[in-house]
């Protein structure tokens, strides 16, 4: 059995290093790539992935994995050889199930799609996406219908990003959620917004580059194992368990944009470097969910990053980096500033309190159109209702109305959005189960140390890397099911306080 | 035949892909990779190299060859039809050779090799790495005779650099060189040595860097299709034909160090853009010997970036940059300066001159090892005889004598040097033969013009890529075979003014 397991690792870690290389191409394409490199690294990562998928679907795999099945069944559950068998055949069989030229025109017409979504949305051009959005669909259809057996049609789609979790379940927990935050919406925004003027100064690109990279240094991100470069749209991204890599951007003109950027990517990145390093190589290293994954790069974002706390000792380092904009700002301000809770357009620029909100909507669109309920050519319309009823005000055009993301334009509907949520929801439950082991945490940040809660999120979350599904994770951390009661609860908390509620 | 032919472009565009991919993980080590990345790294390129070899020496191609042969033998010999069935006929056919478990024990040993040599050459302790000097010098006599036939028994590793040369010619050519060079090396060091402090001040990295983008940008590198960064040790690397990256060394207390560096691999890089485009992913993409790719660099950073008619645009230019430390230099003392005589220990560091004599001597080294003439042993003892007998001066230690180069220790004995002195000679060759066609250009490189002197090159060697081979570039650019005679004149003119000879 030993040499049969020596198989199975030796096939995953050489798909993964397949993968781990169409990653770095990727990753350069977005930091340094000159512009004439386009044509041929397109190639080269297509061929890099079809690679690794041909290792995945190998006929032999199926057969290894049957062979080590008695092995498995004699392990506990949670054993790390019963658990790399387990995932190895949960990817197997995910995998296999989707015909290759499905796979292949997916592909093919998410690269199409992405061109011309990346002219029509600054041209406000609706029609021009509309038949490649509907194209995605009936793919999107179709992939989901290479899992039959399936209560909802969205549901093998949010399997895939959130293994376990069907339309119905994540439905429940955002009825409940959006019972809870609508209230808390409307109250905050009745009184007047807070002023962030402060944070809309010149601030120098070099200093906000080296604070940036301090502050993520202290939460205990790993520069002997990550590095962070400029891109236009952040991301995190990892090549092994020994080199995980954040980017940001930076904008001169608005302090927040860069520094919240670098906390949230190094939240992701603290993840991934966190697994068992045993696990390099295997399909055991990672992160388990795009749910929990955003947990992280949320809890450190938020929580942590625009707390009180974190301030009270960060707040004077940072007037010292900037005495000209910030010498004469109080750190009352500045929290409020950094807590603006407005309605707003845009998504990815929401405060995180109506963040869920534009997460619903989308997330409800999306089953939607895949139940055939909402017309791709009715979207639009639908998007404004929508958007004027949860959050008071109405798109001007559709450039930063139903074009702003670039999920349904490069990949698939469905599945796309539900996870920002359930780690919104999911970080606060994380934090709470850290704060009853560990009651001193909120004391350390205030003192700039990050070290015990790292290390409760590395013992208790991290080191499993893909070990367990988000719901096993859960139960595992806070002894139940996913809950929505902390969330609201720090909620009420911090911006209670704030707006005086 | 047009099926074919299209699947022989598939079929190495994927050779093409792979092996680009690893080299751009090769360049992120070198330039961007935190320490941790290091052992995942190391696999992810081995694996790519294989899949990448396992793919040249599929029994499918030869077959597949075998089919196009009549196609070619239809076609004119420099169509690029037939050039491109011939080229990957040679590469398929050098390939399947070598058995792949020698292959892997060469790649093996030379990374156990690198290690050992890293640690040893800083603590100049040759006995730690002799017993790898000697593996590595029985390896690459068995991948000698993986070709039989040989003449000499250096023969195929030549070959492998440099396609078409046998030791016997690269011995008579040198030979030649040598019995000229020597008295012109005897005859300026005995004159006092010229004085190069100029360089040695303080000059800020940021200007140096700005300095030589703007000159190799005037050369006509082009930065859309490329990009320079830092790295140990100066190259050039190619991803494609549209993204070509260049790297350099800053050191703040010698100008000529990155200056010069980026020059040299910007003539390698523009050889490289400057394949035909319709050659991208093919086997006549690229370089066409080591020699030839050496040419360019030297006619770069030598011809060009050393002549006093370079500096007499770019030295105010420079002093300008620089005026405290330039300002009272005369463009007379730079020039001289730049272009130092000395017998030094070296080779990396040596001037033009003497350069090739560094490279003579590693050259018959090779032939003496491999022909069981000289014990690896004996080495250390024989350097020092040697480089008495040709410099004049006796290495202090190992550590600067046998042990400097990298190439014995992180690959073959064989093939290693003799590019870089045939690079010295094709050089001027070339640029006599431009210079015939276009009087003009000594005149425009003085106004900072190089458009011509590119467009020469372009059409006359960068574009046909891999077509011809190293002979038979010579022989269509300057009707005959190579020559000494240009370079010992430019020598003769060059040296002679500066020192008065």
């Known amino acids: 059995m030993e040499d049969k397991l020596q198989e199975l690792k030796t096939h995953f870690s050489e798909i993964g290093d397949l993968n781990s290389a169409a990653s770095l191409l990727s990753w350069d394409q977005m930091t340094n790539m000159p512009p004439g490199g386009a044509p041929a690294r397109a190639r080269q990562m297509a061929l890099l992935k079809r690679l690794a998928h041909e290792k995945l679907i190998d006929p032999a795999l199926g057969k290894l994995l049957d062979e080590l099945q008695p092995y498995e069944a004699s392990l506990p559950f949670d054993s790390d050889d019963a658990s790399l068998i387990r995932i190895a055949r949960r990817d197997y069989e995910q995998a296999i199930k989707v015909p290759p ?12 799609a992405f061109q011309v979504w990346n002219e029509a949305r600054p041209a406000n051009n609706f029609a021009a996406v509309q038949p490649y959005l509907e194209k995605t669909l009936e793919l999107s259809r179709q992939l989901a219908d290479c899992f039959p057996g399936y209560e909802h049609i969205a549901d093998p789609l949010i399997d895939h990003a959130d293994y376990g979790m069907k339309a119905s379940s994540v439905s429940a927990i955002f009825a409940e959620l959006r019972d809870q935050l609508v209230p808390i919406v409307q109250a905050i925004t009745a009184q007047p917004p807070a002023d962030d003027s402060c944070l809309r100064q010149h601030f120098p690109e070099a200093q906000q580059w080296e604070f940036g990279l301090d502050v993520v240094r202290r939460f205990g991100y790993d520069f002997q194992r990550g590095r962070q470069d400029k891109a236009p749209h952040p991301f995190t991204t990892e090549f092994s368990i020994g080199d995980v890599r954040i980017t940001t951007r930076v904008e001169e003109h608005f302090l927040a944009e860069a520094l919240f950027a670098t906390m949230h990517e190094a939240g992701h990145a603290m993840y991934e470097q966190g697994s068992d390093p045993g696990y390099e190589g295997t399909p055991l290293a990672g992160g388990t969910s795009s749910g929990v994954h955003e947990s992280q790069s949320r809890l450190w974002e938020n929580v942590v990053g ?7 000792f960060y707040y004077p380092k940072l007037q010292e980096v900037f005495p000209d904009q910030l010498g004469s700002v109080s750190l009352d301000s500045f929290y409020r500033a950094i807590n603006k809770v407005e309605r707003s357009l845009i998504r990815t620029a929401a405060d995180e309190v109506t963040y869920n909100l534009h997460v619903m909507l989308r997330f409800d669109f999306e089953l939607a159109m895949l139940e055939g309920n909402l017309a791709v050519k009715d979207l639009p319309e639908a998007w404004r209702e929508r958007f004027k009823a949860d959050l008071g005000i109405v798109p001007p055009d559709d450039r930063d109305g139903v074009m702003q993301d670039i999920h349904w334009y490069f990949g698939i509907v469905g599945g796309m959005f539900q996870g920002y949520t359930l780690g919104n929801i999911l970080c606060t439950q994380f934090y709470d189960a850290a704060l009853q082991a560990h009651p001193e945490i909120p004391g350390e940040i205030e003192q700039g140390e990050f070290g015990t809660l790292l290390g409760w999120l ?6 499993h890397g893909r070990k367990f599904t988000t719901s096993e994770l859960v139960d595992r951390v806070t002894g139940g099911p996913i809950s929505i009661e902390p969330y609201i609860r720090y909620l009420r908390n911090k911006y209670g306080a704030l707006y005086e509620l």
Chains 1, 2 share one sequence.
């Open 458 to 463: 590395q013992e208790n979350i991290y080191q």
């Open 101 to 112: 030229q499905l796979l292949a025109e997916i592909e093919n017409h998410a690269a199409a």
């Open 306 to 312: 625009r707390s009180r706390g974190f301030w009270t």
